[in-house]
């Protein structure tokens, strides 16, 4: 099992270049995230799917866009990076339903972007 | 007043010592409490977890909760070379639409041979 791989594992785009960075998993599992982290700001949120067929905002969801493929598979797309956007960024995944609880998230090894 | 607050350290201690590392947060809402390990240039993963208040030990590790506080913490005991990394808290409520966690900003811990 692959559990979360994440591609490409490096970018680096120019201002306003669009770019889709992908996430599968092979977990099973119901929850899906997207964070980024930058030094001195933790992990966080820009988007994330509580199940197939739904996505909500996070902290930061300015400037993405996401969309849950399906069970396996959840995109963050950049339309037009800003240097701002400069990061990496982590996929996460949790199982949900049965009881259980999502504080459990397992996390892919995570792209960096470097936006110019 | 940041929901989450851990200090970033960096902090560098002898093998063998015992560390502590601490996160206050505002939500008295939250019940789950967590740490998670980050090494270099890898994703987090989880290390313990805590429901409610109490201690929770798990070999070297103990993780603390104190909801009167609003603290909790995570002791690792002989700490050793490959205890080097970020640890971050994180937390979340109960019920409800629970599918977030809010997480610390991390504390980089290097234990030193």
């Known amino acids: 099992n692959a559990g979360v791989t994440q591609t490409p594992k490096f970018q680096v785009l120019k201002t306003g270049q669009s770019m889709t960075l992908q996430c599968a998993q092979d977990m099973n599992h119901n929850s899906m995230y997207w964070y980024r982290q930058d030094p001195g700001m933790g992990l966080r949120l820009i988007y994330y799917?509580?199940?197939?067929?739904?996505?909500d905002k996070g902290e930061v969801p300015n400037g993405y866009n996401v969309s849950r493929l399906n069970k396996r598979e959840f995109s963050l797309r950049l339309e037009s990076a800003a240097p701002s956007q400069t990061s990496v960024y982590f996929c996460a995944t949790a199982l949900r339903g049965g009881g259980t609880m999502i504080y459990e998230q397992y996390f892919g090894p995570g792209t960096r972007l470097t936006v110019t | 007043q940041k929901e989450v607050e851990q200090d970033p350290g960096p902090l560098s201690v002898p093998e063998g010592a015992i560390v502590s590392l601490n996160c206050t947060y505002s939500?008295?809402?939250?019940?789950?409490f967590m740490w998670y390990r980050q090494y270099s240039r890898k994703g987090p993963e989880l290390l313990m977890y805590?429901?409610?208040?109490g201690n929770k030990e798990d070999g070297r590790f103990t993780a603390q909760v104190d909801k009167s506080s609003k603290y909790i913490s995570l002791f690792i005991r002989d700490s050793q070379p490959s205890d080097s990394a970020t640890y971050l808290c994180?937390?979340?409520?109960?019920?409800?639409?629970?599918?977030?966690?809010?997480f610390g900003k991390g504390t980089l811990l290097t234990v030193n041979p």
């Open positions: 939500n008295s809402a939250f019940q789950y």
């Open positions: 805590t429901y409610s208040s």
């Open positions: 799917s509580a199940s197939e067929g739904t996505t």
């Open positions: 994180a937390m979340t409520s109960s019920g409800g639409s629970n599918y977030k966690l809010t």
